[in-house]
């Protein structure tokens, strides 16, 4: 596993489970993959991910007894693929939670499932293993929250050295969060990567609707005594919004003990992480119904002085450094009445961004795309990060704002046009097009001024060549020939340094 793949991205406790009548879902995107009618989970509604992924194949799994939203998935076979993307229409700014479902099933006729990494964006998020949740009869799910830098959000798998058969995936999910959540983290800088998210002393796990953005709180207990709360809390309290049912109990302990918790269970490699704890006094409302008591964190201050009441209280901590396995100790005050207690937490590892491929970039590399006919199969998401993830013929700037410099599709058999939307690649060193069947006229190009190499022989392009191109002043290479072209020369690509090849194949004329 790398450093950011979540140690126990908590998962389906068996892929068994009774199935309720729905009533609601949130205004999300719900996919249930290899689908073809979609399905309803519990009060989710999920669509087939038919019209967002063409590549791929899908399979049922013929396991008895299987949750439907687990019983097909869709397994990727195309070995020329860099990536494959779901891309989501979204709204710049925000931020939305991002859940992926994974079970393996068999569905390759193997008994080990393969192991591949997913990329949110352009952040390679983790590798996917799925192997002791699906030797244990478990499926996996992993997490993150995420800020739209546009208007488009891609969640892809992609192959790694270590994948043997193909990628799969059986679910995403992604909701829409409030600005208040998980905003102490600068979500331009860093992805929350989930690693925990547990009610403390409860046996039930929960979920939406109980939970409006459909975060899953899974039940964490130890050997601390557990008591029931008897004071409702109002989300609407907290800045991130926990549903009231986390904190139906809680871990205490007895009066001047500390309490003790050592969460999240497994050891976690070493990194930066965001913490949130949540409190709230359990005993009914009175001029006694509060404790105070300090926090910390593998022996170092959490926070100090906490004042528990019936109304609750939240304390998080922003790039806390972690390593191992982490002790929570919760000290009472010499005065205290009641030992401390405890009722729910969530912790995240602070996932760095790759950063950004320049907007415009984006923008005119997916026009590009539309006014292809038959684009590379991988043409979609971030045409440059990961880089090494990038789109098949694209090679970008490995600098913080990436930029397309090369685009090499020679003999792709590619139909369609070239819009003018081209030029807006300023940064661009190569075009390289030769060999494919696009037509209509060359577009002007007089932004283009990085331009060194213009390939787009033997194609179908007609009309006039753009006098513009006469103006990129470091060009050095035009290959025309072998198209329908006509009219006259522009007087000034013939200079010195310029290797013009315009025939045979066309009709035009050079000047005067």
């Known amino acids: 596993m790398s450093l950011v793949i979540i140690f126990l991205l908590w998962f389906f406790s068996s892929p068994f489970f009774a199935l309720s009548q729905p009533t609601t879902s949130p205004q999300d995107f719900l996919l249930s993959c290899g689908d073809t ?11 087939p991910d038919k019209d967002f992924q063409s590549l791929g194949n899908t399979t049922t799994l013929k396991q008895p007894g299987l949750l439907p939203i687990l019983s097909t998935l869709r397994f990727f076979t195309e070995l020329q693929a860099r990536k494959y993307c779901y891309v989501f229409n979204v709204t710049q700014g925000d931020k939305y939670l991002v859940r992926t479902t994974y079970y393996y099933g068999g569905f390759d006729g193997g008994t080990q499932p393969p192991v591949f990494d997913q990329i949110i964006g352009g952040t390679k998020w983790s590798i996917v293993d799925t192997a002791e949740d699906f030797a244990n009869g478990l499926s996996s799910y992993y997490e993150v929250v995420v800020a739209a830098v546009g208007n488009s959000l891609s969640v892809c798998l992609a192959r790694n050295n270590d994948t043997t058969s193909h990628p799969f995936i059986s679910a995403i999910e992604l909701s829409k969060l409030d600005d208040s959540l998980y905003n102490t983290t600068d979500l331009n800088k860093f992805a929350l990567s989930s690693i925990a998210r547990s009610s403390f002393g409860d ?17 964490f207990k130890d050997l601390n005594p557990v008591e029931e709360n008897k004071n409702k809390v109002n989300p609407e309290d907290f800045w991130n919004k926990p549903p009231a049912k986390a904190f139906l109990s809680s871990i205490t302990t007895t009066k001047g003990k500390p309490l003790q918790i050592q969460w999240p ?20 409302p009175s ?17 100090k002085d906490l004042n528990v009441t019936t109304n609750g209280v939240a304390v ?19 005065d205290m009445s009641v030992g401390p207690i405890i009722s729910a937490g969530e912790i995240f590892q602070l996932l760095p961004l790759a950063g950004t491929t320049f907007p415009r970039d984006v923008a005119a590399m997916e026009e590009l795309a539309k006014h292809f006919k038959n684009p590379p199969i991988d043409w979609n998401g971030d045409p440059c990060l990961p880089w090494e993830n990038s789109w098949t013929g694209v090679t970008c ?12 599709l020679k003999g792709f058999e590619i139909s369609g046009t070239l819009p003018e939307s081209i030029g807006n690649l300023t940064a661009l060193k190569h075009l390289r097009l030769g060999g494919n069947k696009l037509w209509g006229q060359i577009p002007e190009m007089k932004t283009l001024t990085a331009l060194e190499t213009l390939h787009l022989e ?14 990129l002043p470091i060009l050095r290479e035009i290959f025309l020939q ?21 025939s045979p194949g066309n009709r035009l004329t050079q000047p005067a």
């Open 316 to 334: 998080y901590g922003n790039e806390w450094p972690l390593s191992g396995q982490t002790n929570i100790t919760m000290t009472p005050r010499d």
């Open 37 to 47: 009618v979609g399905l309803t989970t519990g009060r989710l509604k999920f669509l």
């Open 203 to 219: 046996d039930a796990r929960i979920s939406f609707p109980d939970d409006l953005f459909n975060r899953k709180w899974n039940s």
């Open 265 to 284: 269970p497994g050891p976690l490699p070493n990194s930066r992480y965001y913490i949130a704890l949540y409190f709230q006094e359990n005993r009914a």
């Open 458 to 471: 033997n194609n179908q392009f007609e009309g006039w060549i753009p006098q513009t191109l006469s103006q």
């Open 482 to 502: 072998n198209n329908n072209l006509d009219g006259q020369i522009p007087d000034g690509l013939w200079k010195p340094g310029l290797n013009i090849q315009v």
């Open 287 to 303: 001029h006694e119904s509060w404790r105070i008591f300090n926090v910390s964190v593998n022996g170092n201050t959490f926070f």
């Open 397 to 408: 700037t490995k600098s913080k704002h990436t930029r397309v410099v090369s685009i090499d």
